[in-house]
């Protein structure tokens, strides 16, 4: 049975960094695209960044420069290596696994995954207090 198990949250201050990870089983996961989501309260889940089966990488505008997704192929785990976190980055985050795409074409991904993705795991918390 297909599973991503997220880890890694936790609390920090502004301006400080988190390495979140979700080990993957089930998946070809050198072949599908993968990535990271939030969820904050009170707002819509959003796209935070997605890699695909070439290591093309996407970010939201609004972590662009700050975060950075990778994975390691051998062990199957996403990794989402958040630095500079900032108060509006406190969310629940979430990965993902889109076994349907090998390429990631546009921004677009992120918004339509967001929306549609049907089997959203527990997820890793992340605070950052100001």
Do not use: H
């Amino acid at each position: 049975q297909a599973q991503l198990v997220e880890s890694g949250g936790g609390s920090v201050q502004a301006g400080g960094s988190l390495r979140l990870s979700c080990k993957a089983s089930g998946y070809a996961f050198r072949c599908i695209c993968m990535g990271w989501f939030r969820l904050a309260p009170g707002k819509e889940r959003e796209g935070v960044a997605g890699i695909d089966s070439y290591d093309n990488e996407i970010y939201a505008d609004s972590v662009k420069g700050r975060f950075t997704i990778s994975k390691d192929n051998a062990e199957n785990i996403l990794y989402l290596e958040m630095n500079n976190l900032k108060p509006e980055d406190t969310a629940m985050y979430y990965c993902v696994a889109d076994s349907e795409l090998a390429v990631i074409a546009t921004l677009k991904w992120l918004a339509r995954t967001a929306a549609n993705y049907p089997n959203w795991g527990q997820g890793t918390q992340v605070i950052v207090s100001s």
